[in-house]
């Protein structure tokens, strides 16, 4: 960091100068002046104490603070877009934007804004929205002006103290197996296509978009699994691939059920596109309305049919991701399958977010560890008597 002193009136007036590197917007170098009066010793003092909030990031260059809260948004959203997040993610943004933050804040100024004007924004929008889409607002908002304390424009966040509604997670409420069952049985009847994708979902758990991607390449059907590695997402003007969620690749089991209805479906897919002069390659996507796989179903479209199907079935209550993903992983802990197994077939990157995810179906597996548990230590008190006739057991 590199600073310096101009002697304007020795001994009284000095003026001081401080490199404060490039500015992000605009690619140009910054510098400030500040005019101290006093000695010497003084004019260096001060500048030693400049230069330390300068490389602290507790200085603010001024006309920073001038700047509005609305050109901060746009700014930081075109960083994140430039970032190459997720198209999804962008408009999702965008949506807090332009919908809460811009109407009700985005003429301050970024030093005039303080906890309370946040504090009174999320009251406000209490009255018309959920409390999870006031976080999102909440996050977005506080994501900014992190970023505009490192950019120099202010200070601190003051958004940091701020308090949105609490957000509660749903009850997640899959349906019964049996349930599931007479889903899968109206979509065969109405939509062989969205049937199997339905049962390669239920089975593993595997997110729409995940299964939207699947190609046959991705299918070994021999050694009874899938690999997955990229999710398609819905843009303007179509579908787009990106990677998965997490950014993994990951390789998943197949039960032999799910084996023979993706072995005749693609039978089926064979006889359809030699129908219409096409062949079905390897990179033909599994699950696509096109002769020939050549266009993959739409994730918002499985939406829509999945809704149909529970409708048609005479059920309710659940979404299409209650069905499938979440029916996988709570009724794999029922089992006793352990959590690291599910994270890892669902596509989580950490263990712990399963357990957040589906803790409230830990207790009932609980209640079997301490049995066992139980079992064990009654089992030891026995004595060497009891544990003779263990082995003995063992040995017959």
Not at 132 to 156: E, F, N, P, Q, S
Not at 233 to 248: A, C, L, P, Y
Request: glycine letters at 8%; a positive charge; one cysteine or more.
């Amino acid at each position: 960091m590199r600073g310096s002193i101009r002697t304007k009136v020795p001994g009284k007036v000095y003026e001081l100068r401080v490199a404060l590197g490039k500015d992000p917007t605009t690619g140009r170098y910054r510098q400030q002046s500040i005019t101290v009066r006093g000695s010497r010793s003084d004019a260096q003092r001060s500048l030693r104490q400049l230069l330390d909030e300068v490389e602290s990031g507790q200085h603010q260059h001024p006309d920073a603070g001038s700047r509005t809260f609305a050109e901060l948004l746009d700014e930081w959203l075109a960083l994140k877009a430039a970032a190459d997040r997720s198209p999804t993610t962008i408009a999702r943004y965008r949506s807090s934007i332009e919908r809460q933050l811009k109407p009700a804040l985005g003429d301050r100024r970024l030093d005039r804004l303080d906890t309370k004007a946040f504090d009174d924004l999320y009251r406000t929008l209490a009255a018309r929205l959920s409390p999870a889409t006031i976080m999102k607002t909440h996050l977005v908002a506080r994501a900014a002006l992190d970023r505009a304390v490192r950019w120099g424009w202010i200070i601190r966040n003051p958004s940091i103290n701020a308090e949105p509604p609490t957000v509660h997670r749903p009850m997640i409420r899959p349906p019964t197996p049996e349930g599931f069952g007479r889903l899968l049985e109206i979509a065969e009847r109405d939509d062989p296509t969205f049937a199997v994708m339905l049962r390669v979902a239920g089975s593993t758990g595997a997110r729409r978009g995940e299964l939207c991607a699947l190609r046959w390449s991705d299918i070994d059907l021999d050694g009874g699994m899938i690999t997955i590695e990229r999710a398609v997402i819905v843009v303007d003007g179509g579908v787009q691939e990106r990677s998965t969620k997490t950014h993994n690749r990951r390789a998943v089991a197949l039960d032999g059920g799910t084996v023979d209805r993706l072995r005749r479906h693609l039978t089926a897919e064979r006889a359809s596109a030699a129908s219409c002069g096409v062949t079905l390659g390897p990179e033909a996507f599994v699950f696509s309305r096109r002769p020939g796989g050549s266009l993959p179903l739409r994730p918002d479209n499985c939406t829509t049919t999945f809704q149909k199907v529970v409708r048609r079935a005479g059920l309710s209550g659940f979404s299409l991701k209650d069905a499938t993903r979440h029916l996988a992983a709570t009724q794999l802990i029922a089992g006793g399958v352990d959590v690291r197994t599910v994270a890892g077939r669902l596509g989580h990157a950490r263990a712990s977010t399963t357990l957040d995810i589906y803790s409230h179906w830990l207790p009932a597996r609980d209640r079997d560890a301490a049995e066992l548990l139980g079992q064990v230590l009654d089992g030891s008190a026995a004595g060497p008597t009891g544990g003779s006739k263990r082995r003995k057991a063992r040995k017959t």
